[in-house]
């Protein structure tokens, strides 16, 4: 069913950005189940001649699409002193995150130019918005010499965005810096996110830094890449 489709596509037969036949339309043409149609479009995705847009169907590719869902990247600070979100979407937490210590590795110690092995706080959390719709993961960092003679020496910050508002009661003022990656997910990542096979993620670091340019904390998120576009003002 894949080499017959991917051959419709490649022929013209399925126009760039027409819509493909459904899940049951394909699955009653070649007499297979709907498991072994997803497995088949999945190997197409994977190919990159296929996108999933959700709520609406499977699309040949197209290079002019435009996906579903654009996220404006940014924070802003409101009029009490709070962070957030610029793409204004109400994000909850599936848990509720617990401070943990764990040892800077290499790459994010670069990042913070800290030494590494440095101990950090850390928060994880897996975070929804639009009713379960929308998935990413989470991932705050705060160094422990970032908090020496601090009151959060002797107990646990906040995470992001909260950490930001204790970092400027702190007296800091902030600006911060983002890398946008992607990268295929590991298997507890794939599944967290809902993500088919083939599809890989996006992978988002923010650094907060102050006036002197010192880093001061980390924010790591986990976001399906599939679907999803990242827009910045500059």
Do not use: C
Not at 54 to 67: A, I, L, N
Not at 95 to 102: F, I, L, M, Q, S
Not at 127 to 136: E, H, I, K, P, S
């Amino acid at each position: 069913m894949a080499e017959h489709l991917r051959r419709g596509i490649l022929d013209g037969t399925y126009p760039a950005g027409q819509p493909l036949p459904s899940e049951e339309v394909l699955a009653k043409q070649f007499g297979v189940t709907r498991p072994t149609v997803r497995q088949g479009i999945a190997e197409l995705r994977a190919a990159g001649l296929v996108e999933v847009m959700m709520g609406r169907g499977m699309f040949v590719r197209s290079p002019h699409s435009r996906p579903s869902l654009t996220r404006p990247r940014g924070l802003r600070r409101e009029p009490n002193g709070h962070y957030a979100e610029a793409d204004g979407l109400r994000w909850e937490n599936a848990e509720d995150p617990v401070a943990t210590r764990t040892d800077a590795p290499l790459a994010l110690a670069d990042l913070l130019r800290i030494p590494p092995g440095e101990p950090l706080y850390t928060y994880d959390a897996l975070q929804t918005a639009d009713r379960g719709r929308l998935r990413q993961l989470h991932r705050t960092y705060v160094p422990f010499s970032v908090l020496l003679d601090t009151k959060y020496e002797d107990q646990a910050p906040p995470p992001a965005p909260h950490l930001y508002t204790a970092l400027t009661e702190l007296g800091h003022e902030l600006h911060f810096t983002e890398y946008v990656r992607t990268r295929m997910p590991l298997p507890d990542q794939a599944q967290a996110l809902r993500l088919p096979d083939g599809v890989p993620m996006l992978q988002i670091l923010r650094v907060a830094l102050n006036t002197a340019d010192k880093p001061l904390a980390l924010e790591e998120f986990h976001v399906p890449g599939d679907d999803l576009e990242l827009s910045y003002s500059l």
